[in-house]
């Protein structure tokens, strides 16, 4: 039988290539998205894609029953991938921004996967694959709401591997540097909504970094990988005997995980404050 794996988030970008990289595998695949519209043109290239919306507990459960009617009650893989950005300086960010994010960045992950684990524990086995980010252990300047779920999801993902070590689940981090997707367009909103830059203290920074990088297109970043690097990882991750707890994904990541390892905290401040 075909395995199957529930993926969220492939309107674009990860999601998207993911859905499709895991088809061609012969992985039968479960794509959903936020917006109906989303769903109706994967469904038009022959996915099941249920709606389902992080914020929505409702659209979780009923997306999931869809899965399972179609499964017969099992599940192989949950790839939890869906997630948006929120940028500005975290004195900046108002509390319900953050509320917000956290909402959909961590709330909802953790909502659908609690929906998953007994059905994962009835049949013996499953993968709980969490994308997390290299933000999820390095912090970056102007990033700090998505860096706060990012670390929430890691440490939640670490003690549910240790707590789920006999039950046949494991679970496993995809932690991506710089991958092309629309996650900074789709932060813009986000932004606009819960940031008051103009009345902020670092005004004249935002106007000589933040805004430019958000609202001008200047192509990849350096380092910068298609989705199919994350695809790559995300396949190891659920063909392989012995998946890694984690899996890096573009030389910054890398390279983060190395500092982190032989840098005092003060010395890794100096480095990515300079960053913009």
């Known amino acids: ?14 999601g998207l290539d993911a859905a ?8 039968t695949v479960f794509a959903s998205c936020r917006k109906q519209a989303d769903c109706d043109r994967l469904r038009a290239q022959g996915f099941i894609s249920p709606r389902m919306d992080y914020t929505e507990p409702d ?16 599940l192989d893989v949950l790839f939890n991938n869906g997630a948006h950005g929120l940028p500005g300086a975290v004195e900046d960010v108002s509390t319900d921004g953050l509320r917000a994010i956290f909402e959909s ?57 240790i707590e ?23 932060a813009i909103p986000h932004f606009e909504r ?15 970094s933040l805004l430019k990088r958000l609202y001008e297109s200047k192509g990849p970043d350096t380092f910068e990988l298609p989705a199919s ?13 012995r998946p890694r707890p984690r899996y890096y994904v573009t030389v910054p990541t890398h390279i983060g995980g190395v500092l982190k390892r032989i840098l005092t905290t003060r010395a890794i401040d100096r480095i990515l404050a300079r960053l913009r």
């Open 1 to 14: 039988m075909q395995k199957t794996i529930l993926i969220t988030g492939c309107s674009s970008g990860i």
């Open 20 to 27: 499709h990289g895991m088809r061609a595998k012969g992985w």
């Open 59 to 74: 659209s979780l459960q009923n997306g999931l029953a869809e899965v399972l009617a179609h499964t017969g009650g099992t």
């Open 105 to 161: 960045n961590v709330f909802g992950w953790h909502e659908l996967t609690r929906l998953v684990i007994p059905v994962m524990r009835a049949q013996g086995h499953g993968r709980i694959v969490q994308n997390s980010s290299i933000l999820g252990f390095v912090a970056f300047p102007w990033r700090g709401a998505y860096v706060a779920t990012k670390h929430a999801i890691e440490g939640l993902s670490d003690t549910l591997r």
């Open 164 to 186: 789920l070590r006999d039950s046949g689940i494991k679970v496993i981090l995809i932690e991506p540097g710089p991958v092309t997707s629309k996650i900074r367009e789709k």
């Open 194 to 208: 819960y940031v008051d830059w103009e009345n902020s203290a670092l005004r004249d920074r935002y106007e000589s």
């Open 229 to 241: 690097a994350v695809t790559a990882k995300l396949l190891h991750a659920c063909e392989s005997p």
